[in-house]
């Protein structure tokens, strides 16, 4: 009996170590990953340099961070400044109960936005809230989900091709 004491408590002991370290890791993407979302590059290479992420996930932030790194002289600033206030922006409407295995994929994408944005960024701005209010309608209206969002384009799923 008290070897068996002994033996769950070193489990039970060991387990809890494991939990705290999935909770530090846990921690330290979400907040590499928020920084991210904010297009906060400085930030977000600081907590993946003091994180203590596992190798693959760590990779896989520094391929991101890099990506980012590389394509952000293209991107107009005016784009940057709307995702880093872009609350109202990212409301999602929730997952619905796919009922089949099937879904319906639509893409969406604005065409000629990225020179609209250079040249009245702010009605672009304003636009693209109204954009975002129209989807985000008729997604619950036709019982849509919103997979992702960037910049101006939707990817959204439905449960049949009718709804879509």
């Known amino acids: 009996f008290l070897l068996d004491f002994y033996f769950t408590r070193g489990f039970a002991s060991r387990l809890y170590e494991e939990h705290e370290k999935m909770e530090n890791v846990i ?23 003091t994180s203590t992420l596992p190798p693959p996930l760590h990779n896989a932030f520094s391929s991101i961070l890099s990506n980012l790194h590389v394509y952000r ?19 999602e409407v929730p997952a619905p109960g796919l009922e089949t295995k099937k879904a319906a994929l639509v893409f969406t994408d604005i065409q000629g936005s990225t020179a609209t944005w250079e040249a009245c960024p702010e009605g672009m701005r304003e636009g ?22 960037i910049g101006d384009a939707f990817m959204v799923a439905f449960e049949s091709i009718t709804n879509a």
């Open 128 to 149: 693209l809230k109204v954009h975002n209010n129209v989807m985000r309608e008729c997604l619950s209206e036709h019982n849509g989900y919103e997979v992702k969002t």
């Open 73 to 91: 002289p293209y991107i107009p600033d005016a784009v940057f400044d709307e995702l880093r206030h872009a609350g109202e922006l990212l409301k």
């Open 27 to 49: 921690l330290a993407a979400e907040n590499i990953a928020e920084t991210l979302s904010r297009f906060d590059l400085t930030k977000a290479h600081e907590n993946l340099d």
